[in-house]
């Protein structure tokens, strides 16, 4: 299970300097922030991340919608979009989106554990305001929606 904890001395750095991440240490998976928001339109803020999982650390961008006021509490329809997968303008590598047919794979077999991390970060490691959050995606073309009870939450964590 995903919980928000204290960056630990030998996590990789990074040049934001947060001191918190979202980790499942059974499952050997992590996620930080590593850059925003840039607030496109003024309800939805742009994120990157590092995603970490199978020993491999992607990049991912994604779109965070909270309503007028992200970081109050939180009204109805709040929505985080992945955006991209290898790729986000805060980092230095640039991967791109994965044309090879097993890369494609890999990204969408990697998709709902990326949607429950980002569901436990919330808008700022901050997840458990948001018992409605949904997490989206249409990467490929292919619609996906993901909420805290697919991942059997019954309420969201802390």
């Known amino acids: 299970m995903f919980q928000v904890e204290d960056v630990p001395p030998d996590h990789p750095p990074y040049k934001t300097g947060f001191t918190r991440y979202v980790v499942d240490h059974e499952r050997g998976v992590w996620l930080d922030h590593i850059g925003g928001p840039h607030a496109e339109p003024p309800d939805e803020e742009m994120r990157g991340f590092r995603f970490y999982r199978d020993g491999l650390l992607t990049l991912v961008e994604a779109n965070i919608y909270a309503g007028p006021n992200i970081y109050d509490t939180p009204a109805e329809g709040h929505e985080t979009r992945i955006l991209s997968f290898g790729y986000s303008p805060w980092g230095s590598l640039k991967t791109g989106i994965h044309t090879d047919p097993l890369e494609r ?54």
Request: charged content about 15%; overall charge negative; proline content about 4%.
């Open 105 to 158: 794979v890999q990204v969408m077999a990697a998709l709902p554990l990326l949607a429950e991390a980002l569901l436990v970060f919330g808008t700022l490691y901050n997840g458990a305001l948001y018992s409605d959050r949904v997490v989206t995606s249409t990467l490929y073309d292919e619609p996906m929606r993901w909420t805290w009870a697919d991942f059997g939450y019954t309420a969201a964590v802390s």
